[in-house]
Each structure stands twice: as structure tokens, then as C-alpha cells.
């Protein structure tokens, strides 16, 4: 499965599902003082980019370490990716840090909410496939963690204006999508390694 930029930005706002995470964002973001949010927001999303920009560069040496194949790696995100949109599918909205009182550093906002397992496979699946194609990844990621962080900043007058069932539905037709691609990823990978071997 080849990426373009713009399929890659994609894949890289559905992983990161900033609108499925609206509750999380709220609930977290409630605790911390009006006049630090724009601050925090900064931070936190300047952290999730700088540790998947280290794991998208990271890529290749990675594998090489772990004795991994790019097939494998494939299969694997994309098995991740299903995981990950089936639970947007079928979970209701999640409120997994609700009750955070402190302000937010690094946990749980920028790791594992921006910057989870899902994300960290993605960029490392782009940047292995396409190691040539790095400004282009490294742009769709720059992109994608900066309407992250838009969304992060105006959670809650988004909620207020979209309503919750609206910010439910989206979730489940990111959902959708995010079903479709990782099944393709699945099924590229396996095609991958019948055909090679």
C-alpha cells in the first residue's frame, strides 16, 4: 500500500483521532489554570511530535536491531490500527483520565493520548516503507500534531458547538475508515510476504 502525502496526513488524523478524544481532552484540560492552556497545549504537543519524529527516524535502525521485516511490521500495524478502530467503533467515549486535578506533563495528554503505540507504529510503517520520502512524512506529521493541538486548544468550545452525538458520530466514521485501512495493510503485508518468499 503506497502512501501520498495528503493519504498519509490521513492515516496519521485518524490514528490520532483528536475528535474521538474530545472527552479525554476536556476532562483533562479542565484542571489546569485558563491562562496556562495555551502553554500546556505547546508543550504537550511539541513532546508527542518530538517522540514520533524520533520514532519515524528511528525506523529503519529499528528494525534492522529487532531483526524485523518490513512485511512483518506491516501486518503488525495494521492489526494495531484494527484494534484501535474497532474500540472507536463499538466503545463509548472514552473518559480513561477523568479526575486528573494537575496540570498535564507529558502524562497522559502527550504519551499515550498523542503519542501512543498506534502513532508510533504508523510513523515508523511510513518511514520504512518510503525511507526516501521522509519530508513528506515528517511534513504530514507536522501537519496532523498541529490540528492535534488546534483541537486540544479548543476542546471544549468544540464540544459545546459540534454537541456531543456529532462528536460520536465522527468518531465512528473515523472508525470506518481506520477499519478499511488497516485491513488493506493487513492484507499488503501478507501479499508481501507470499510473494517474496
Known sequence: MEHTF???LVLLLLVLDPLGSLPVFISVMRGVDPRRR???VLRESAIAFGVLLGFMFSGQAF????HLSE???EVAGGVILL????RMIFASAQHLYAGEAREPFIFPLAVPLMAGPSAMATVLLLASRAPDRMPDWVGALTVAMA??????????RLRRLLGDSVVTALEKLMGLVLTAIAVEMILAGLKRYFLDT
Not at 63 to 66: A, E, K, P
Open 71 to 73: 512485511r512483518s511490521l
Open 147 to 156: 490540528v492535534c493541538a488546534l483541537v486540544l486548544w479548543a476542546s471544549e
Open 63 to 66: 528494525l534492522r536491531l529487532m
Open 6 to 8: 495528503v493519504s498519509a
Open 38 to 40: 495555551t502553554r500546556v
Open 83 to 86: 484494534v484501535i478502530a474497532m
